[in-house]
């Protein structure tokens, strides 16, 4: 089946850098990445996806990459704030698989600095 | 605010014990999801409905786990014989629209002492 790795599972980085979280997938037959937003104590929050027919797509200060010959995407924050701390999951489907189900990343723990 | 609810928000039980969890998506007749998530890792899917019917379980679904989606709305998760294991946050999540996102919910968290 399907398997995500992401990395780092940590990140810091200084209020206005750019933070970078890079994930890889298995299944060459994956098409659907979505990256997701999590603060403590609630749900995740979809911010930005891309789908396999896209090389990038960009969103103010968010932007994702997918390479689908390596078969890893990332993710980048630009300008980053400190309302930008969070965990970040990456995440990965497949429309063959009728369920559409995500297979998430063991996410990424971002500390924005003030 | 996608505008999935779920309740309780917390349950504390105690082993053995069963619990049930309930979702309330934006819109009926789409596909749901459940997902638990572990503290420190990413959720794992445990089963989907399209309208009112449970198409795929999650090997992570063992028998003590029960899900329905009556008349295609609401959904409930069963927990029966609650494990010091089940202790998890249970998501569930929606797809709205024809783009197959899918919406979380709040999630419920379960402590299992």
């Known amino acids: 089946g399907e398997n995500v790795e992401q990395h780092p599972s940590t990140l810091s980085v200084q209020e206005g850098d750019s933070a970078v979280i890079k994930c890889t997938y298995s299944?060459?037959?994956?098409?659907?990445f979505p990256w997701y937003k999590q603060e403590l104590g609630k749900g995740p929050q979809l911010i930005i996806d891309?789908?396999?027919?896209?090389g990038e797509k960009k969103d103010q200060r968010i932007a994702v990459t997918l390479n689908k010959t390596a078969k890893h995407f990332s993710l980048h924050i630009t300008e980053t704030q400190p309302e930008d701390s969070a965990v970040y999951f990456c995440?990965?489907?497949?429309?063959?698989?009728?369920?559409?189900?995500?297979?998430f990343g063991s996410g990424t723990r971002l500390l924005v600095r003030p | 605010d996608t505008g999935v609810s779920q309740n309780p928000r917390h349950k504390i039980t105690k082993r053995g014990q069963n619990v049930t969890f309930r979702c309330d998506p934006i819109s009926e007749h789409n596909r749901l999801y459940w997902y638990r998530q572990t503290l420190g890792q990413g959720p794992e899917f445990l089963t989907y409905f399209q309208n009112e019917a449970q198409l795929e379980k999650s090997r992570l679904l063992s028998d003590r786990f029960s899900a329905e989606r009556p008349k295609g709305s609401f959904s409930t998760l069963e927990i029966q014989r609650t494990e010091q294991g089940d202790s998890a946050m249970y998501l569930c999540a929606e797809v709205a629209g024809g783009n197959n996102e899918q919406f979380f919910g709040p999630g419920t968290r379960l402590t299992v002492l």
């Open positions: 299944d060459s037959a994956s098409n659907y």
């Open positions: 995440a990965a489907s497949r429309s063959m698989d009728s369920s559409y189900k995500l297979i």
């Open positions: 891309i789908r396999s027919n896209v």
